[in-house]
């Protein structure tokens, strides 16, 4: 599974995020690259988790399906979204209120809420399409201005 940012990397670390970023998964194990705009000091690559398998088709059936967050949406999407706590362990559904200054972590999964055809396999059974991928990111810090993006979207 590879993800690819042009100009802006996932703001999931506390610098600046205008740089570009990849991060590969190898069966369970990922790494984050980075290109020539990184910061001079920044390595071209690194492990990102020694544990970061893709997910696996099915993984939204072990995830809490959030109606607040699918009304927020206007109901053009099925939400699937919470929060963690510090160890890990789930602390709320949905994406409101925000759980940062509770140390949270959110994760969301959303889904076109109508089935529609596949755009390359057009003999496939019409399926609800990935609607984006939101998650924590790095909130404003007063010593560090950007990225300033506690929520983001993939």
Not at 29 to 49: E, G, K, N, Q
Not at 137 to 151: K, Y
């Amino acid at each position: 599974m590879e993800e690819d940012y042009e100009k802006a990397c996932l703001p999931i670390f506390p610098i600046p995020n205008n740089y570009s970023c990849s991060v590969i998964s190898l069966g369970s194990i990922a790494f984050f690259f980075t290109y020539d705009d990184r910061p001079p000091w920044m390595p071209p690559v690194c492990l990102f988790s020694p544990r970061n398998p893709p997910p696996p088709r099915d993984f939204v059936k072990h995830l809490p399906y959030s109606a607040a967050d699918s009304r927020r949406l206007g109901n053009r999407v099925q939400a699937y979204g919470f929060w963690t706590n510090a160890d890990g362990k789930p602390m709320q559904v949905g994406v409101s209120p925000d759980q940062t200054d509770a140390e949270g972590v959110m994760f969301g999964y959303a889904f076109d809420s109508q089935p529609t055809p596949d755009r390359v396999d057009h003999i496939a059974i019409p399926y609800r399409h990935p609607h984006s991928f939101y998650f924590s990111g790095m909130p404003f810090l007063p010593q560090v201005p950007l990225p300033n993006a506690p929520i983001c979207q993939s």
